[in-house]
């Protein structure tokens, strides 16, 4: 009786024995979280703040009617802000590498002034010249290096800026009020950072310098109808705080580690 109660029991474990087995390895392995993998391709959209300098270099405008040589140069550092926004297009290619396009529009006043003296006129006659930049526009193409959410990039490409120029003052006792409004064209280099704290949404710190080079603008005296070149040179530099929507972006997306 004992011997057959041992068999039972002898076969019942090698019968059931790898039924047990099979169901604590389906049971022991725990499965890790799936990672989200972000990326930057996609197109965005949005709003940005700047803070803006420059240099602006030119003849005294008045040796329009003054007829005095074009010295001396006057000198203005315009400072100022503008409010605008972006737009383009990224795509994340060979793992990190990001390329893209980006177009960019901003209004507000960068503007300087610098009082000087007028050449061959009454002593104490003065001219107030002033600059100021009303708009400025760009369309770069960009090239960065994705660490995950963050994005380091450098740009580059086509620019333009609306300004107005003037010079008020007294020669020989009549007033004159010269005025030259002008949209320039130019090159622009830079770079920035972007951090992407949602699928969605980016928030981007960025440099940008641009070159307008030498161009001559033409000034008209209100007061006189005279009228007269004077040649140009300028440069602005912004520092620029934005905030965008990716519009056509993929949320991250899961990898699931297989067991």
């Excluded at 803070?51 to 005294?60: L, N, Q, S, T």
Aim: hydrophobic residues 45%.
């Amino acid at each position: 009786m004992n011997k057959a109660l041992a068999s039972l029991t002898m076969m019942g474990l090698i019968v059931g024995g790898p039924a047990l087995a099979a169901d604590v390895a389906v049971k022991a392995p725990l499965s890790a979280p799936p990672m989200r993998v972000f990326t930057w391709t996609g197109c965005y959209l949005g709003g940005n703040g700047m803070a803006g300098w420059g240099r602006k270099e030119f003849p005294d405008p008045t040796a329009i009617f003054t007829g005095a040589p074009s010295v001396p140069l006057v000198s203005i550092d315009p400072k100022g802000w503008l409010i605008g926004a972006q737009a383009g297009c990224d795509d994340q290619i060979a793992g990190n590498l990001v390329i893209g396009i980006e177009g960019a529009m901003s209004g507000g006043s960068i503007k300087g002034d610098s009082t000087v003296a007028i050449p061959l006129g009454d002593p104490g006659d003065s001219a107030l010249v002033s600059a100021k930049l009303d708009a400025l526009g760009s369309v770069t193409g960009r090239f960065g290096y994705a660490f995950g959410r963050s994005l380091l990039y450098a740009k580059g490409g086509f620019a333009w800026a609306d300004e107005q120029y003037s010079a008020v003052g007294l020669f020989t006792g009549a007033p004159f009020d010269l005025e030259a409004p002008e949209t320039r064209f130019g090159w622009t280099l830079g770079g920035g950072l972007d951090w992407a704290f949602s699928d969605y949404w980016s928030i981007g710190l960025e440099y940008d310098y641009y070159n307008f080079g030498h161009r001559s603008v033409t000034f008209l005296d209100a007061n006189s109808g005279l009228a007269g070149p004077i040649d140009i040179k300028q440069s602005i530099q912004t520092v620029r705080l934005g905030l965008s929507f990716h519009m056509f972006a993929s949320p991250a997306s899961p990898i699931v580690t297989k067991y």
